[in-house]
């Protein structure tokens, strides 16, 4: 039987704790002296910070930091392997001074927790965007030499001007010359003006549930419209929620490229790679969509090869009186076993077995 592995599981390792801790401003990690009853918060959306909001932040505990809560939750939950990754803000935040270096000293931070799990613990690694391509691409080479680095994980915004700015492109030309998985994840949302002004009597629904998928479906379109993957047509790319909306709007945004004049007369609707073969050839998606009609699409749109088994831990724990089993891995479990009926070959895949094939684990 494959191994069950989780590819989209976060951590705030040693060296991001400290420094979220030494900040005052988003992101940054606290206690608030009008609150001590609500312990340690973890505030990483802009959104969050308002100071009467009862949405301030997060709790955040042990298991968002410490290796052996990561083990122990593995363990629970019948999860043989992780591939951790740094959560969101990353170091998109970082000086441009200092990002390079922090980046050194997470990355090492993750790779020492890996190796004292070994077997059981593999990375994506964490970029200095804001330091700039060259710092970036550095790092990139830097990571592929780390016995447990498989890939890195960044967020929608690139260098500050998205993933089609032409100065990413040394960046995407070291991925795929180096062969490390990209793992793209949300962090933005959507403009808050979106939500309206009735935003903070709905929690963290609203940017979580719609701004972060919607996010990272225009994010990897504006890719696909650049020609990102026409240009580096081995780049390999894991969409995190299972592709946001993509996999369920790719027909309509074909069909917007081919109806679209502007598009036809600068001659780019010709010998261009489809958003489904590209769904088919460069994209991975995670199973992290909470219901089988979502991975239904996912599955559909990429393939029963490309899909991934996630938790998306630490987020999501269970709420004060649920017990400690994690509904939010329980939900996304169970939507694979129900996509794939008595295909066994099928739903193991899925739950672990691509992410051993396309990850190189064990
Ligand atoms: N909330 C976050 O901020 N990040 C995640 O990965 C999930 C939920
Ligand atoms: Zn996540």
Redesign the pocket.
């Known amino acids: 039987m494959a191994p069950v592995v989780d590819v989209?599981t976060?951590i705030y390792p040693p060296a991001y704790v400290s420094l979220l801790r030494s900040r005052k401003d988003v992101p940054y990690m606290r206690t608030f002296p009008d609150n001590p009853s609500a312990g340690e918060r973890l505030v990483?959306?802009p959104s969050e910070d308002a100071a009467t909001s009862t949405a301030r932040g997060r709790p955040i505990g042990p298991e968002y930091y410490e290796e052996e809560e990561k083990i122990k939750f593995m363990d629970k939950h019948h999860i043989d392997i992780s591939v951790i990754s740094l959560?969101?803000p990353w170091l998109d935040w970082c000086d441009k001074g200092e990002a390079a270096e922090a980046a050194r000293m997470i990355n090492d931070d993750v790779e020492a927790v890996c190796a004292r799990h070994a077997g059981r613990l593999y990375a994506f690694g964490t970029l200095p965007l804001s330091a700039g391509a060259e710092a970036v691409v550095e790092e990139i080479k830097r990571l592929q030499a780390l016995k447990y680095s498989r890939g890195v994980i960044i967020g929608t915004s690139g260098l500050g001007a998205g993933l089609d700015d032409p100065a990413m492109n040394p960046i995407w030309n070291a991925l795929q010359e180096t062969k490390q998985l990209v793992f793209l994840?949300?962090?933005y949302g959507l403009p808050a003006s979106v939500y309206g002004d009735r935003a903070n009597d709905y929690g963290?629904v609203l940017p979580?549930a719609l701004g972060?998928p919607l996010e990272t479906t225009i994010a990897i379109t504006r890719a696909i419209l650049s020609g990102v993957f026409d240009h580096y047509p081995n780049l390999e790319i894991l969409l995190?929620h299972s592709g946001g909306t993509l996999p369920f709007l790719a027909g309509r945004i074909e069909s917007c490229i081919a109806h679209d004049g502007h598009l036809k007369h600068a001659g780019k609707t010709e010998g261009r790679r489809s958003i489904w073969e590209i769904l088919k050839s460069n994209i991975y998606l995670d199973a992290v969509v909470y219901a089988e009609p979502g991975l239904k699409a996912a599955i559909e749109a990429s393939g029963m090869d490309r899909c991934m088994f996630g938790t998306?831990h630490p987020?999501?724990p269970p709420l004060e009186d649920e017990g400690d089993e994690w509904v939010s891995v329980k939900t996304n479990a169970e939507a694979v076993g129900k996509a794939f009926g008595t295909d066994e070959a099928a739903r193991e895949a899925v739950m672990g077995g691509n992410a051993v094939r396309v990850l190189r684990l064990g």
């Open positions: 989209h976060h990483i959306l959560a969101n994840h949300p962090h963290h979580l972060f995190a998306d987020f999501f």
